[in-house]
């Protein structure tokens, strides 16, 4: 492990803790009100029907037909190893919610949102936000590394990957599904996740892990 891996961990791993003990001190914060009520505010065109759209590959039985898909695309295109790592991606997701459940957070109620859809499920992390930086990344990783996909599907899952990965968290707290430290936590969550999964991944594809992050810096 080199200094720039432990950078990268160590301050993933403060961010997890300092954001725990935030939440758990603070169930309902200024900050994050704040931040809410901010992005409600935003009025252009139908942004509620984009928001829910970009929103709609969390949701538990789209997020794991789409994990389905993927894995089912791999296989036609004989990248077993891929298909098996993304199945793998259900881990983090299960890892996730049982962090809602230690965690216990409540989510943002119509007495200090804009509350679009009620969840059973309590906030923190944003499960959202852990999925698609997991899943998401994943794809993205796998069509930036493995050239032997066609072009035309590594630019589409690619470009279509960030389109996702980036506008989620604005989409959870646009929504009032969750406070801005809910998807702060989502993306340290799933970073961490990610890291672990491209680690494996990338040992035996001839790109070293340390190479690959290296490049993208």
Same mark, same amino acid.
């Given at each position: 492990?080199?200094?720039?891996?432990?950078?990268? !961990?160590?301050l993933v791993t403060v961010s997890i803790i300092g954001l725990?003990?935030?939440?758990?001190?603070?169930?309902?914060?200024?900050?994050?009100?704040?931040?809410?009520?901010?992005?409600?505010?935003?009025?252009i065109g139908h942004l509620t029907t984009v928001m829910e759209?970009?929103?709609? #590959?969390?949701?538990?039985?789209?997020?794991?037909?789409?994990?389905?898909?993927?894995?089912?695309?791999? #296989?036609?295109?004989?990248?077993?190893?891929?298909?098996?790592?993304?199945?793998?991606?259900?881990?983090?997701? $299960?890892?996730?919610?049982?962090?809602?459940?230690?965690?216990?957070?409540?989510?943002?109620?119509?007495?200090?949102?804009?509350?679009?859809?009620?969840?059973?499920?309590?906030? #923190?992390?944003?499960?959202?936000?852990?999925? !698609?930086?997991?899943?998401?990344?994943?794809?993205?990783?796998?069509?930036?590394?493995?050239?032997?996909?066609?072009? #035309?599907?590594?630019?589409?899952?690619?470009?279509?990957?960030?389109?996702?990965? $980036?506008?989620?968290?604005?989409?959870?707290? !646009?929504?009032?599904?969750?406070?801005?430290?809910?998807?702060?936590?989502?993306?340290?969550?799933?970073?961490?996740? &990610?890291?672990?999964?491209?680690?494996?991944? &990338?040992?035996?594809?001839?790109?070293?892990?340390?190479?690959?992050?290296?490049?993208?810096?």
């Open positions: 492990m080199n200094k720039r891996q432990v950078t990268f !961990y160590a725990t003990f935030f939440v758990l001190m603070n169930p309902v914060s200024n900050f994050d009100i704040s931040v809410t009520h901010e992005i409600q505010e935003i009025r759209f970009i929103s709609l #590959f969390g949701d538990p039985a789209i997020a794991f037909f789409s994990i389905i898909i993927a894995s089912l695309f791999f #296989f036609r295109y004989h990248h077993k190893r891929e298909a098996y790592f993304t199945i793998a991606v259900i881990l983090p997701d $299960l890892l996730n919610i049982l962090t809602k459940i230690l965690i216990h957070r409540p989510r943002p109620t119509l007495e200090n949102a804009k509350v679009v859809f009620k969840f059973a499920q309590t906030a #923190f992390p944003s499960g959202h936000v852990v999925h !698609y930086v997991v899943f998401f990344g994943f794809l993205l990783t796998v069509m930036i590394v493995n050239k032997k996909i066609p072009s #035309f599907w590594r630019l589409f899952i690619g470009i279509s990957s960030i389109f996702l990965i $980036l506008p989620v968290p604005i989409s959870r707290i !646009y929504l009032g599904a969750h406070w801005a430290t809910d998807v702060l936590g989502g993306y340290a969550f799933g970073f961490i996740y &990610l890291e672990i999964v491209l680690r494996f991944y &990338l040992r035996r594809i001839g790109t070293k892990h340390s190479d690959f992050f290296a490049n993208k810096t």
